[in-house]
């Protein structure tokens, strides 16, 4: 059996859903009605990084410099393109490079 798999693909949601006890996958896929840009910087850099869209509610970042305070700016964009006005917040990484809430 393998394990589910779910991922971002093409502006659509991909599922794969392994049945217990038999051969068959329950697949699914689907464009969601929204997204999110999600924006990462350093604090004090003027330039935001790329940014990833994701029809997801969480990322996680790594290989972040350790003590290092940086801001991260989410957008939401709807089916339309329309995007919110962007909401920053600051974090600070800690020894590790691990963000601390």
């Not at 971002?8 to 049945?19: A, C």
């Not at 003590?67 to 920053?88: C, H, I, K």
């Amino acid at each position: 059996m393998s394990d589910p798999e779910v991922k971002w693909e093409d502006g659509k949601i991909h599922v794969s859903l392994p049945q217990p006890g038999t051969n068959n996958v329950i697949e699914a896929s689907w464009v969601p009605a929204g997204t999110y840009i999600v924006k990462l910087r350093k604090v004090g850099d003027e330039a935001w990084g790329p940014g990833i869209e994701t029809p997801f509610t969480h990322c996680r970042f790594v290989d972040l410099e350790p003590d290092t305070e940086y801001e991260m700016q989410v957008e939401a964009m709807n089916s339309a393109g329309l995007r919110s006005e962007p909401a920053v917040t600051r974090t600070k990484t800690d020894a590790a490079g691990e963000l601390v809430n």
